[in-house]
């Protein structure tokens, strides 16, 4: 059964940073690519970044870039997003997404960041 699990999540000031962290279990994770995708209330949600399975290959969305890091840790089966110089419109539920081989695509239930003073 594939399972993503975020955690990391929480109440962060401007400029400040967090790291989010994705659990993964129930598929060969080291061959799967891992992407965060985040979504703010009534907005679509939207891809922030992406690894592949080796870590040798990183992509990012504008906003991310320079400010957000995905790494990941095969050997925990874990994949990060570091988050820093973090502004308001950063705020959002952040998720964690992986696609199996058959197409269907599975997702954590998210971890919210708030980005407030």
């Known amino acids: 059964q594939v399972q993503l699990v975020e955690s990391g999540g929480g109440l962060v000031q401007p400029g400040g940073s967090l790291r989010l962290s994705c659990a993964a279990s129930?598929?060969?994770?080291?061959?799967?690519?891992m992407s965060w995708y985040r979504q703010a209330p009534g907005k679509e949600r939207e891809l922030v970044a992406s690894i592949s399975g080796t870590g040798g290959t990183t992509n990012y969305v504008n906003f991310a870039k320079g400010r957000f890091t995905i790494s990941r840790d095969n050997a925990k089966n874990t994949v990060y997003l570091q988050m820093s110089s973090l502004k308001p419109e950063d705020t959002a539920m952040y998720y964690c997404?992986?696609?199996?081989?058959?197409?269907?695509?599975?997702w954590g239930k998210g971890t919210l960041v708030t980005v407030s003073s």
């Open positions: 129930g598929f060969t994770f080291s061959w799967a690519a």
């Open positions: 997404r992986t696609t199996r081989p058959s197409g269907t695509v599975y």
